[in-house]
């Protein structure tokens, strides 16, 4: 059972160019979150989907787009990048936000730098 | 907007002392609170899940309580080793929302063998 994957793992970005981060689930969750983490920070929602075809902003959404068309995956898509977007992105999902099957998996990450 | 801080920001320790992770947040209506545990490039792992309901959890070595009134929790560690030192985060879910979670920034532990 892989759980969540995200690749890659590593990227370096020119300011200006965009990327897709993939993230894949295999535990057939329906809740899936993207996050990121600047150095010294907590975790930050971007974007976060309760099933295939819905998604939804969270804290800080700007310079990001995702779209969910299947229960098992959950791209972020980077449009034009900018320096302000060097971090490490989180991809996590659950099987339910509340009761007895709560409980977040989350990916090893993606540390992207923007130059 | 709910807010959660956690203190110390860094801590070290020897090997085998007890010691307290502190974590509090502003809101008290809270559906949840999950204590994680974060190595050096690797993910987040979840280590304890308190219900709103609840007053403490507890495995193996580490305990957290949850005091929502007051917003507040703990997370205490019991003859600390090396194997522990990481980042331990918490977070809290705003109670009924599928919206994902509410992080602090951290206890960055070092536990000196």
């Known amino acids: 059972n892989a759980g969540v994957t995200q690749t890659p793992k590593f990227r370096i970005l020119k300011i200006g160019q965009s990327m897709t981060l993939q993230c894949t689930q295999d535990m057939n969750h329906n809740y899936m979150y993207w996050y990121r983490q600047d150095p010294g920070m907590g975790l930050k929602l971007i974007y976060y989907s309760v099933g295939a075809g819905i998604t939804d902003k969270g804290e800080v959404p700007n310079g990001y787009n995702v779209s969910r068309s299947t229960t098992e995956d959950f791209p972020l898509r980077l449009e034009l990048a900018a320096p302000s977007q060097t971090s490490v992105y989180f991809c996590?999902?659950?099987?339910?936000?509340?009761?007895?099957?709560?409980?977040?998996?989350f990916g090893s990450g993606t540390r992207l730098t923007v130059v | 907007k709910q807010e959660v801080t956690q203190i110390p920001a860094a801590l070290s320790v020897p090997e085998g002392e007890n010691l307290v992770l502190n974590c509090s947040f502003t809101?008290?209506?809270?559906?949840?609170l999950q204590w994680f545990r974060q190595d050096p490039g690797k993910g987040l792992t979840s280590l304890l899940l308190i219900q709103s309901s609840q007053r403490e959890q507890t495995s193996g070595r580490l305990n957290a309580s949850l005091d929502k009134s007051s917003g507040r929790s703990t997370l205490y560690i019991a003859a600390s080793q090396p194997g522990d030192s990481a980042t331990y985060l918490c977070?809290?879910?705003?109670?009924?929302?599928?919206?994902?979670?509410?992080f602090g920034k951290g206890t960055h532990l070092i536990i000196q063998p």
């Open positions: 977070a809290v879910t705003i109670g009924g929302g599928a919206d994902g979670l509410t």
């Open positions: 809101d008290s209506a809270i559906y949840n």
């Open positions: 996590a999902s659950s099987l339910s936000y509340r009761g007895p099957n709560y409980g977040y998996t």
